[in-house]
């Protein structure tokens, strides 16, 4: 596609419901980002992948929060056993290559924890 | 803590008028990018600076990097209600793009 592109673009999920968001970025690019943008708040930084390799994940909240990149392509976001402050929209970014250009960003996903 | 503050949190303005946002860094900046986010979408890149003193202009929106790199601004000429949303500045740290945004500024533009 033109863009990235994030499914689903709503979740509700039960508390302890464990969810798994997806991330189609731009064919060819090589670094992916995931943030997660709670209300009211700007995005803050969770992981990032070049190509297949998850080169820092210091941003994850908590050991529940697990991403993959398999085959350096699409990109999977995980949360085991959601809490309700997980709910947030989550939002993925890709862009051509390591050095500094422009991060295009999909829709984002809203999870709501319930 | 918040490594990058926004002001005005929020503006209202009317139609036709002129605003400025301004994004202020604790630390000298790699690369400052700027982004406007519709409620519920995903953001929208409209600007990036690097060097100490550059200023860009995209239609009505000029951005601008001052000389030490800690400030940036952004102004609106004859805004109308299309420019209505969030804006976002976002902090480069030199690492693979990897971005610190400051918590936006939200513009509401009366027709």
């Known amino acids: 596609g033109a863009g990235v592109s994030q499914s689903p673009r709503y979740k509700v999920a039960k508390r302890g419901q464990d969810v798994a968001l997806r991330c189609d970025p731009i064919s060819g690019h090589v670094s992916l980002f995931w943030y997660q943008q709670a209300l009211g708040q700007g995005p803050e930084f969770l992981t990032y992948?070049?190509?297949?390799?998850?080169?820092?994940k210091s941003g994850l909240p908590s050991d529940r929060f697990f991403a993959e990149r398999p085959e350096g392509s699409v990109s999977t976001l995980k949360i085991q056993r959601t809490q309700q402050e997980d709910s947030a929209v989550y939002l993925c970014?890709?862009?051509?290559?390591?050095?500094?250009?422009?991060?295009?960003f999909g829709q984002g996903t809203r999870l709501t924890v319930v | 803590s918040q490594e990058l503050e926004q002001s005005p949190q929020s503006l209202i303005v009317q139609e036709g008028k002129n605003l400025t946002i301004n994004c202020t860094s604790s630390k000298t900046l790699y690369g400052l990018y700027w982004y406007k986010q519709k409620y519920g979408e995903g953001l929208i890149f409209l600007m990036m600076?690097?060097?100490?003193?550059e200023e860009k202009s995209h239609e009505k929106i000029t951005a601008k990097l001052d000389e030490k790199k800690q400030q940036s601004s952004l102004h609106i000429t004859a805004s109308q209600p299309s420019h209505a949303g969030i804006y976002l500045c976002g902090a480069d740290k030199g690492i693979y793009g990897k971005l610190t945004f400051g918590q936006g500024t939200i513009l509401t533009v009366h027709p």
């Open positions: 600076l690097q060097k100490g003193g």
């Open positions: 992948f070049q190509n297949e390799a998850q080169l820092d």
């Open positions: 970014a890709s862009s051509r290559d390591r050095e500094n250009t422009e991060a295009f």
